[in-house]
């Protein structure tokens, strides 16, 4: 039996959102199910020493042999994807559930002369209207108490109604205003049914006026000092939007849909499928594959659907993908066979979910799918022997002297030709050493291989001695890759004398040429230089024809995508930032625009692009920005900008 150190997964691994956990023995026997409003914090209780948990938890811990878990968008949701999964998978370590119930609804009988109102978690009430189901019962009751002083509709039992009519003396509610009292004639059985068609109307989404109203009676009582007043609407507004938060992991009895989550790139792609059975997930899976270099997301779809059924996996009568292949008819024909063989009826429909309940469920499983890659790509790139046979297979295929334990990686970034800025990230055996990235302001280049020529020529200057090492104009060197402060200058600057095993352009064949003159204009001829293209991942070397073509499920080529796209991002956020301070330094030029208007007028078109293409009449729509100031604003922006 594995250890519990051995299985724990790491804490950077654990999302912080809310969800629902599993423990797994070794047979993948579920034994606990839990909920966590913060996953990371609560699985990090699990894993504190044996001696401190409770006998129960300890024996549970102890015996599990994994731990899974699915993110969900809320608290309530991950209350009912709990309750599920207990009465699903009946963990031995979880508390005994000793009744049957299901969700809450509220249902309106509209098939009565007098419809009533009313909490139930009995489906099939003839002609009724149902809402939900919903997680919270008391919130439920809270929400429909709160609405019967709007929708003033009948909300007592049959006896009572028929009391009330034969004394001819309505209810208490009647009498407090929450009901019409039909009962006593007050009002006609046509205006009371108008009144609860409004309920169901409210009930079936049209909830916003309502909603703000309640919002702008709370801010006039707070304005008006009735604090007493505002808090009690504070908590009907809670409860509103409470009940109304319908959860996307609890739907109608009748849904029967496999919902797929897939997110990709270039190398791999995790899927995640929710398995929908009665408006019940009972089963989540997940699994990652290696993708081809250009293929579509509708080709990963059909891949992966031919792929996910087997004999023990029967396709339910609705799948839902993020996106629908070409050949679907086809496809929907194979997966209509299969369900039939295994003896179930129905044909099988694909399709993507637009909205409602069904695309927020798919939103959720997207959610997970998103997750898992980023944890797949963690636990491959902090995986030692993975790292090291990247490295030999680099050395291997490029035809160096020996493996590059140190690769630096150049991108140049520009805005149409302006703005041009480069990066350097360097990764030390695999890792990234984020205090050793550095940023190159471009004063004027021709282009991007002019462009990848300075900045070498800048680079490789220090690796001579002291002496002749010239000072690397327009190196940002305050800032370190993390984007904090460095302390001190000279660790900056010696940084720059670590010698590289490897020099990664991104870029083709023109970039790597341009790079290996700046080699050779320096005198160096014992460090290698490749560039890695976008378009198929081929990597090129100085003077050859054809490129290099890595395995696409190497890890070499996972190193080197990895070390481009985080050189990608280094350039482009840079990049962002001197075109803010470009438009700071024009604006700060503007008579009357001091910093807090200029960070006013950043922050209301929440980009520069957006500002520079702003009319007049949309500047003065700022804050404190009058029709003169704007005018000079827009003069400058088009004139010096």
Not at 34 to 52: D, E
Not at 356 to 384: H, I, P, W
Not at 391 to 396: G, H, I, N, R, T
Not at 402 to 412: G, I, K, N, Q, S
Request: glycine share 8%; charged share 30%.
């Amino acid at each position: 039996m594995a250890s519990r150190d051995e299985w724990r997964p790491k804490r950077g691994e654990i999302p912080t959102d809310p969800g629902v956990y599993r423990f797994l023995d070794a047979n993948r026997r579920v034994l606990y199910v839990g909920k966590a409003k913060n996953l990371r914090s609560r699985l990090s209780n699990y894993f504190q020493p044996v001696t401190s948990l409770h006998e129960r938890t300890r024996r549970m811990v102890t015996t599990a042999q994994g731990v899974e878990w699915t993110v969900v968008g809320s608290e309530l949701e991950a209350l009912s994807l709990e309750y599920t999964w207990i009465k699903e998978f009946a963990p031995p370590f979880n508390v005994k559930f000793r009744d049957d119930k299901t969700y809450p609804y509220v249902a309106i009988t509209l098939a009565e002369r007098v419809p009533r109102v009313m909490v139930t978690r009995t489906r099939g009430i003839p002609g009724a209207r149902y809402f939900g189901p919903y997680t919270k019962v008391w919130a439920v009751r809270e929400t429909v108490d709160l609405m019967l002083k709007a929708f003033p509709m009948r909300s007592c039992s049959d006896s009572t109604y028929k009391r009330a009519h034969d004394t001819g003396r309505p209810c208490l509610l009647g009498d407090i205003g929450k009901c019409a009292a039909p009962c006593v004639g007050r009002i006609s059985p046509e205006d009371h049914r108008s009144i609860a068609l409004d309920f169901a109307s409210f009930m079936g989404g049209n909830d916003e006026g309502h909603v703000k109203a309640l919002k702008t009676r709370m801010a006039e009582a707070a304005h008006e000092l009735d604090y007493e007043s505002a808090a009690r609407l504070r908590d009907q507004i809670g409860a509103l939007e409470t009940a109304l938060a319908k959860s996307t992991v609890v739907m109608t009895d009748d849904t029967d849909a496999d919902v797929f989550g897939i997110a990709h790139d270039e190398l791999a792609a995790a899927v995640q499928l929710f398995i929908v059975r009665g408006g019940r997930i009972r089963g989540v899976r997940g699994w990652v594959v290696d993708t081809e270099l250009d293929v579509t997301l509708a080709e990963l779809v059909d891949t992966v659907l031919q792929n996910a059924y087997d004999e023990t996996t029967v396709p339910a009568r609705e799948v839902i993908v993020p996106e629908v292949p070409d050949d679907v008819l086809a496809l929907q024909t194979v997966l209509t066979e299969r369900r039939r063989t295994a003896g179930e009826r129905g044909a099988v429909t694909v399709k993507t979910a637009q909205r409602g309940e069904k695309a927020a469920l798919a939103a959720t499983v997207g959610t997970n799918a998103a997750g898992e890659l980023v944890r797949y790509k963690t636990r491959r790139s902090g995986d030692f022997t993975a790292r090291s046979q990247a490295l030999a297979d680099l050395q291997e295929a490029l035809g160096l002297e020996e493996a590059p334990l140190r690769l630096e990686c150049f991108d140049v970034s520009h805005l149409g030709g302006t703005n041009q800025v480069a990066s350097m990230v360097v990764f030390e055996d695999g890792l990234p050493r984020k205090d050793q990235y550095r940023k190159f302001a471009i004063a004027e280049a021709r282009d991007d291989t002019d462009a990848v020529y300075q900045v070498l020529r800048r680079r490789l200057a220090y690796l001579h001695d002291d002496a002749a090492a010239p000072e690397l104009h327009g190196v940002d060197a305050t800032v370190d890759g993390a984007g904090e402060p460095v302390v001190a200058p000279a660790p900056t600057r010696k940084s720059f004398h670590y010698r590289p095993g490897l020099l990664v352009i991104d870029g083709g064949q023109p970039q790597v040429a341009a790079a290996a003159r700046a080699l050779r204009d320096e005198g160096i001829d014992d460090i290698a230089v490749c560039g890695i293209a976008k378009r198929l991942e081929e990597v090129w070397l100085p003077d050859s024809e054809f490129p290099v073509i890595l395995p696409r499920a190497s890890d070499a080529l996972f190193l080197l995508q990895r070390l481009r796209d985080e050189a990608h991002r280094f350039a482009l956020r840079y990049q962002r930032t001197t075109r803010s301070r470009d438009i700071r330094t024009v604006l700060s030029s503007v008579p009357g625009l001091g910093p807090s208007r200029i960070r006013e007028l950043l922050k209301h078109f929440g980009s520069v692009t957006r500002l520079r293409a702003a009319s007049v009449d949309e500047i003065v729509a700022v804050d404190g920005i009058g029709p003169a100031t704007a005018e000079l604003v827009h003069r400058a922006l088009r004139s010096g900008g």
